[in-house]
């Protein structure tokens, strides 16, 4: 891995919006990189479709999983990618709205490494980001499973 890229996975624009401002206010300055549905975030994760040309290298540090996407739904893209060798190990958070704990256990269930309701005060959100960009950015320690090559393509 080059850098600490962050993926974030969200289809609605003002939540993306909040997102990346709370990663600047809490001063993380890690690239994002931003899909807007399960399957754009696997072709991101996978090096498929308009991300074909992407340096497998440079594997998301965490992936921010929103869970009601178009397309393909987060758990559904979180399974794909817990399905996979190459990636079962990369870190995801689901990153949602939701309270619903049908969520939480299917999010578990299916490998989230942590789920995580976004506040509605935007102070709350400012720091629960902080706290999810130290842990995972700086103290988290990468698996060495994830070492870059040769990356199996999704089907």
Known sequence: MTSRIILLVEDNPSDEALTLRAFTKSGIRNEVVVTRDGAEALDYVFCTGAFA??????MPAVVLMDLNLPKLSGLEA????????ATKSLPVVILTSSDEEEDRLKGYEFGANSFVRKPVEFDRFVAAVQQLGLYWL?????????????????T
């Open 138 to 154: 700086i103290l988290n320690e990468p698996s060495p499973a994830r070492n870059g090559t040769s990356l199996p393509h999704e």
């Open 53 to 58: 040309d992407r340096n497998i290298l440079d």
């Open 78 to 85: 979180l399974k794909r990618i817990r399905d996979n060798p």
